[in-house]
């Protein structure tokens, strides 16, 4: 099931290091819902259609030089305006200082005013990859994450297939986890999945026979990550002798989560097969294919041009 998210504004404010000129009454309990952020300079120029109020609103250079040239009284109801819209809070870059119009409706509407010293398109661009990556859609799935030479690989099949110990195995060469059991997965653009563990189990890996194993503290910090691009799922799955797998490879599957196609391999496992080192192939080959080499389509081409060659000489 997609959930919607949102993200308080003080976990905005305290990751960017925002000053809080006026806080509202309602500051502590204000949630930002939309990823996108605005410079409303046709708004105080008096052109509200189609304006977004869910939106963060950043006053910069431009918005704050139009500003000083307009009397008290225009600037009093250029804000009262703007404020009456109700946004989340207003941002002013670059130092500014916030003049007491803006204060006084500010307070009127209980409109939270933010300031940094940053200047405005830095800001803007940050905070908006700050909330695309916090408002993601996103999902929960059962297995395994792992990075396998730069690629994400997320492991699924059924419980006691033998996810974890494989991870465990990819882990002693060199390796490194990201999640064990549930994967927490946000869609960040249209084509791209982001994996992360839930923090509660975040590090730790449980291994049947064993337990809980901190990876973290048994193979380094090395070993470790908290998040990676999904870019192969591998469907571990029990050796089953009335299916045909695919042997070539040139059949390509796709496992569709939140609206993006990701690669998938379905990977059979019986007894006495490396799990492990089959893995590094695909991740291997992953990438190979990634970059416009597909072997199996090669080979395939390589084998007509053999029997056009013993067609033309018969």
Known sequence: MIETYSIPLKDLVAEFKLEVAYASVDYESIRLTVEDVARPGLQIAGYFDYFEPMRLQILGNVEVSYLQK??????????????????????????????????????????????????????????????????APRITRHGVLVEVYGEGLLLMGDSGVGKSETALELLKRGHRLIADDAVEIRKVSENSLIGTAPELI???????????????KLFGMGSVRTENEINLVVNIVPWNTQEAYDRLGLEDQYMDILGVKVPMNTIPVTAGRNLAVILEVAAMNNRQRKLGYNAA????????????????RK
């Open 70 to 135: 307009k009397t008290p009284q225009e600037r009093t109801a250029i804000f009262d305006q703007l404020f009456s819209y109700k946004p989340p809070a207003l941002l002013i870059a670059r130092n500014f200082p916030v003049d007491d119009q803006c204060l006084e409706m500010a307070k009127k509407h209980s409109i939270t005013i933010l300031r940094s010293a940053e200047a405005t398109a830095t800001l803007a661009s940050n905070i908006i990859t700050y909330l695309k990556s916090a408002l």
């Open 202 to 216: 975040r590090n730790y890996i449980e291994l049947r026979g064993i337990g809980i194993v901190n990876v973290a």
């Open 297 to 312: 389509q090669e080979f395939s081409d390589q084998i007509d041009r053999h029997f056009e060659m013993n067609a033309g």
